[in-house]
């Protein structure tokens, strides 16, 4: 289970540090993008990459993994909400950022058995 965790959360973490690095470089189909969506310029790219960064830092670090896991959550939250504002189609745009968390939390949860205690899977027997 372990390692299927850290499987899942290296695909995840791979997405978060592709996305935060094209900020922090300021590519201009990242700018460009950033300007349809209502955030201009080359210092909002690099602090949200900045702060994308630290976060995703945060969740692979398992000392503070389910920290990271809520910040990073919480930066997805935002981009949902963005999309939802501006009226992105639904499936690919608005609902990837929430298709991202279930996967980071998906990993986190199979990777730490500290977690899988505070939240058990359980079945439903026919007893109940």
Request: charged share 10%.
């Amino acid at each position: 289970m372990n390692k299927a965790g850290w499987i899942v959360s290296g695909v995840v973490v791979a997405l978060l540090l592709l996305d935060a690095v094209m900020k922090l470089i300021a590519i201009p189909q990242v700018l460009q993008a950033g300007e349809q969506i209502g955030f201009p310029g080359v210092s909002m790219a690099r602090g949200l990459g900045l702060l994308l960064l630290l976060c995703t830092l945060l969740y692979v670090t398992p000392r503070t993994a389910v920290l990271g896991a809520l910040l990073v959550t919480a930066y997805l939250g935002g981009a949902v909400a963005t999309h939802v504002r501006i009226s992105s189609p639904l499936l690919t745009h608005t609902l990837f950022p929430i298709y991202v968390a279930l996967l980071l939390w998906g990993g986190l949860y199979l990777r730490d058995p500290r977690l899988r205690a505070l939240l058990p899977l359980r079945t439903v027997t026919s007893e109940e």
